[in-house]
């Protein structure tokens, strides 16, 4: 009795399953938690634009004093908009990524973060994703008091008003950095974040000199004022606004916020791998 074989379809070679890197998985993460906290500015921009009232407040009221005070000085450098604007972006930017911790804070009083820390993502990642989401709004934010300021006159000079704000996204994520890291640190006592960011915010906006020049003021804020990291930034700001690209100042000021950045994710990522669940 002959036995007939029937031939089946031929085999499909099937790969391997990839493992992602550590650092693909890094970044996977990264790019989820920075699309997760960037949601709630798409849906709800006015939050964004809030921001704005402060600044737009200094150079409504602030503005026209040192106009009539130091307009007709050498003090600013001539032009008192390419002097103060550039101040004003580091004041937003300061005061805008300082009290981004609170948000994290609200998450831990809901449980929402808990939650997201018994994921398999890392921990690294959601403080790099939400350190990279302050880019957003700074320049966001900065371009917005840009084009306020060029019907009165400001005419800043294009290239540096482009690398101003690279500065300003570096800087940003730095203090972003910082930021969550405190709210980690005092974990559910809201008042203890604000004690400690108001305490540390005007000390470093003052003696960045950014309202007042430091010219002429006392031996001991001027020598103070050498270890913000803030001067070197609106220094910067103000040398690539007035066109001086090549300013030893910029350099400077790249200097100042890139180690910002690298001190605030330093800690911060530091602090989150610390955190439990």
Do not use: C
């Not at 004041?91 to 998450?107: A, D, R």
């Amino acid at each position: 009795m002959s036995h007939t074989t029937v031939a089946g379809p031929p085999r499909v070679p099937v790969a391997p399953a990839t493992t992602p890197s550590r650092a693909g998985r890094f970044w996977g993460d990264t790019g989820l938690v920075l699309v997760r906290e960037l949601r709630p500015l798409v849906r709800d921009p006015f939050s964004m634009l809030f921001g704005l009232v402060q600044p737009l407040f200094f150079l409504a009221l602030f503005g026209p004093l040192l106009v009539s005070s130091l307009g007709g000085t050498d003090a600013l450098g001539g032009d008192v908009w390419l002097w103060f604007v550039p101040s004003i972006l580091v004041m937003s930017t300061l005061f805008g990524t300082t009290g981004t911790g609170s948000n994290l804070q609200m998450e831990l009083v809901s449980g929402s973060h808990e939650r997201l820390l018994v994921t398999p993502m890392s921990r690294s990642a959601m403080l790099v994703g939400r350190a990279l989401k302050e880019v957003v709004p700074v320049v966001v934010q900065a371009l917005v008091v840009v084009l306020v300021m060029l019907p009165f006159g400001l005419r800043p000079d294009p290239l540096g008003v482009v690398l101003t704000l690279g500065q300003l996204a570096v800087l940003g994520v730095g203090i972003g950095g910082f930021s969550y890291a405190l709210a980690l640190a005092v974990r559910k006592q809201e008042w203890m974040f604000w004690v400690v960011q108001q305490t540390v915010i005007f000390p470093l906006m003052l003696l960045s000199g950014m309202l007042l020049p430091l010219d002429g003021g006392p031996a001991w804020m001027r020598t103070v004022s050498y270890a913000d990291p803030l001067r070197y930034v609106v220094d910067a700001a103000r040398e690539l606004f007035a066109g001086d690209l090549a300013s030893p100042a910029v350099l400077w000021g790249w200097v100042a916020a890139l180690l910002t950045a690298a001190a605030g994710l330093a800690v911060g990522v530091r602090t989150m791998e610390r955190a439990r669940a």
